[in-house]
T-cell receptor, first 116, second 112 residues
Framework: DTEVTQTPKHLVMGMTNKKSLKCEQHMGHRAMYWYKQKAKKPPELMFVYSYEKLSINESVPSRFSPECPNSSLLNLHLHALQPEDSALYLC???????????????FGPGTRLTVL | RKEVEQDPGPFNVPEGATVAFNCTYSNSASQSFFWYRQDCRKEPKLLMSVYSSGNEDGRFTAQLNRASQYISLLIRDSKLSDSATYLCVVNRDRTNAGKSTFGDGTTLTVKP
């Protein structure tokens, strides 16, 4: 089973709203990722959690706040977003290790976010 | 210079054609290499990992040349369903969850 699930599939929010994106995986992976993808561009890494600790923050604005409550769950809390934050937000997971077999990333279907 | 560069494309080919994509990477410390495909408005899906010895999966063959720092993907007997964007992905740090660097993607359209 290589499934990563994300909710909601679509989200429309105003600039003053607070919302959260959720990601879940049951593959026993200990690394989880948030990416942002704009149309016709590759995914851009936002955050990496490794063994439930934040290991990489790619200078993401503080209006995005990640949280990893346990090894299966990853949240992205959103507050005071701007219209330019509208994008597809992808979650991925992998098993940190020492071979291509283990650090392959599996992506969820994404949340399509529109900020009005 | 970008860390990972792909053929810009787009590639428009007839069904049954053979098409090859190339990708170069600049960091010689890179450890693992992948090809993903991404359909319009969907998530990237792993197509193949790429090994130094080369690997084949049906109509798809991937090659890695560490000396020249490039990877390639060959698709034989193209199908309409192969139409997608193909992303080259390079990982630097294998011991922990490290950064993956994505190429900009190459768009393939297979026409009847």
């Amino acid at each position: 089973d290589t499934e990563v699930t994300q909710t909601p599939k679509h989200l429309v929010m105003g600039m003053t709203n607070k919302k959260s994106l959720k990601c879940e995986q049951h593959m026993g992976h200990r690394a989880m990722y948030w990416y942002k993808q704009k149309a016709k561009k590759p995914p851009e890494l936002m955050f990496v959690y490794s063994y439930e600790k934040l290991s990489i923050n790619e200078s993401v604005p503080s209006r995005f706040s990640p949280e990893c409550p346990n090894s299966s769950l990853l949240n992205l809390h959103l507050h005071a977003l701007q219209p330019e934050d509208s994008a597809l937000y992808l979650c991925a997971s992998s098993q940190p290790g020492t071979s291509s077999l283990t650090d392959t990333q599996y992506f969820g279907p994404g949340t399509r976010l529109t900020v009005l | 210079r970008k860390e990972v560069e792909q053929d810009p494309g787009p590639f428009n080919v007839p069904e049954g054609a053979t098409v090859a994509f190339n990708c170069t990477y600049s960091n010689s410390a890179s450890q693992s290499f992948f090809w993903y495909r991404q359909d319009c408005r969907k998530e990237p899906k792993l197509l193949m990992s790429v090994y130094s010895s080369g690997n084949e999966d049906g109509r798809f063959t991937a090659q890695l040349n560490r000396a020249s720092q490039y990877i390639s993907l060959l698709i034989r007997d193209s199908k309409l369903s192969d139409s997608a964007t193909y992303l080259c992905v390079v990982n630097r740090d294998r011991t922990n969850a490290g950064k993956s660097t994505f190429g900009d993607g190459t768009t393939l359209t297979v026409k009847p």
